[in-house]
């Protein structure tokens, strides 16, 4: 069983960077992948970005290509979000979630307790 805890997000105008973070707690589990998925008001909730546990191969939406960064600390567990040059659209919930291996269609095991990110135009 695995924890997963996000921290940071919050207020930030357009043109402004936030962070975040997720970090997965608890025993007996390896993980496969992570990945940051984000819910609108009133939208379905999309994959934003992944990086694979094992060769730390990436995968970008393209509205977020150049401007998000997805990065993992393999020792801490931590997967990170650094967001630049938001946008209004930007705004959501967004939450981590965690493989714990090969899984169809990309399905996650695990999910964070999700975390506002708004962007003010």
């Known amino acids: 069983q695995a924890q997963l805890v996000q921290s940071g997000g919050g207020l930030v105008q357009a043109g402004g960077s936030l962070s975040l973070s997720c970090t997965a707690h608890?025993?007996?589990?390896?993980?496969?992948?992570m990945g940051w998925f984000r819910q609108a008001p009133g939208k379905e909730r999309e994959s934003v970005a992944a990086?694979?546990?094992?060769?730390?191969?990436?995968y970008y939406r393209d509205s977020v290509k150049g401007r998000f960064t997805i990065s993992r600390d393999n020792a801490r567990n931590t997967v990170y979000l650094q967001m630049n040059t938001l946008k209004p659209e930007d705004t959501a919930v967004y939450y981590c979630?965690?493989?714990?291996?090969?899984?169809?269609?990309?399905?996650?095991?695990?999910w964070g307790q999700g975390t506002q990110v708004t962007v003010s135009s």
């Open positions: 990086i694979s546990w094992t060769d730390g191969s990436t």
């Open positions: 608890g025993r007996s589990f390896a993980l496969y992948r």
């Open positions: 979630a965690a493989a714990t291996g090969v899984r169809p269609g990309g399905q996650y095991d695990y």
